[in-house]
C-alpha cells in the first residue's frame, strides 16, 4: 500500500520486515545524496570484490545509470 507521497505505508511490521522491498524509492527532484562519490563507493566494492576496476566513461555513465534505476522509481511518462 502506498502512502500520499507515494511511499510504502506498511500494515503488517512483522511481514513487512522480511518481505516488503525499500527500493525503489519515489523520485522526488534532484537528491543530495545522488553524487559522484556514492558511485565511486559503488565502483570500490564491486572492485573489492573482485570486478574490474571502472576507468572508462562508457563504464562510469552505465553504473550511474543502473545506480539511479535501482534507486528511483520510473518517471511516470518513462
Not at 524509492?25 to 543530495?32: F, H, I, N, Q, S
Amino acid at each position: 500500500m502506498n502512502g500520499p507521497d507515494g511511499s510504502h505505508v506498511c500494515l503488517d511490521p512483522q511481514y513487512c520486515m522480511t518481505t516488503c522491498r525499500a527500493y525503489p524509492v519515489p523520485r522526488v527532484g534532484p537528491d543530495p545524496r545522488f553524487t559522484e562519490c556514492a558511485v565511486n563507493a559503488v565502483a570500490a566494492v564491486l572492485v573489492g570484490h573482485g570486478y574490474p576496476p571502472v576507468t572508462n566513461i562508457w563504464d562510469w555513465s552505465d553504473l550511474e545509470m543502473a545506480l539511479a534505476a535501482f534507486l528511483y522509481e520510473a518517471k511516470e511518462n518513462e
